[in-house]
């Protein structure tokens, strides 16, 4: 295991459901990320959160709203999806996203894979 | 925005032979070049990157080269083993922001 973590692997939820994915890292990191990975498209950043502020919504419906209590938790709540929502959604964190001079590797959990009914 | 252009889709190589990946970024202001591997149903993760300021990186088998005036990189692996079997992701970004934009993704299949 890399220390990050997410819960639940799968999902399957109807249209109308409410849901919440989880992510974790033990790493000790600052920045934490959603993306979204579907067949044959690249991975897509989703959100970022830089010592718990939202830095990135990269025009995200907002049937995707996320929240980060701290630096070592990230969710992303979901309602009223759309079958094309159907997706694998990875979780990365990294140490500091704007660190100046600096490259900061991330690491990925392991992913959700969701499914829209 | 950045965008990040990676071919082919897909590569088959006999093994022991070498595989190239080809990546294009359209800003040059881009200069943090990351390679991610993703073994299936697996997470991504990083294998090499390369820094605006180098030309060329080498990692054993790895091995990435950065054309900054063509904003081109690639990753070449030599000796390629069955293991090798994954898709490769490039990425691009800047200083200070770590937002990473990746190219489409290339399948590798190493034949054995």
């Known amino acids: 295991e890399t220390g990050v973590t997410q819960t639940p692997r799968h999902l399957v939820m109807g249209m109308t459901n409410k849901k919440s994915l989880k992510c974790e890292q033990h790493?000790?990191?600052?920045?934490m990320y959603w993306y979204k990975q579907s067949a044959k498209k690249p991975l897509e950043l989703m959100f970022v959160y830089n010592f718990k502020e939202q830095t990135e919504n990269n025009s995200v419906p907002s049937r995707f709203s996320p929240e980060c209590p701290n630096s070592s938790h990230l969710f992303l709540h979901l309602h009223t999806l759309q079958p094309e929502d159907s997706a694998l959604y990875l979780c990365a964190s990294s140490q500091d996203q704007k660190r100046v001079s600096s490259y900061n590797e991330q690491f990925f959990g392991p992913g959700t894979r969701l499914t829209v009914l | 925005g950045e965008n990040v252009e990676q071919h082919p889709s897909t590569l088959s190589v006999q093994e022991g032979d070498s595989a190239v990946i080809k990546c294009t970024y359209s800003d040059s202001a881009s200069n943090y070049f990351p390679w991610y591997k993703q073994e299936l149903g697996k997470r991504p993760q990083l294998i090499i990157d390369?820094?605006?300021?180098?030309g060329e990186k080498k990692d054993q088998r790895i091995a990435v080269t950065l054309n900054k005036t063509a904003k081109h990189f690639s990753l070449h692996i030599t000796e390629t083993q069955p293991e090798d079997s994954a898709v490769y992701f490039c990425a691009a970004s800047k200083y200070g922001n770590e937002k990473l934009t990746f190219g489409t993704g290339t399948r590798l299949t190493i034949i054995p």
């Open positions: 790493l000790g990191h600052n920045a």
């Open positions: 390369i820094r605006s300021n180098v």
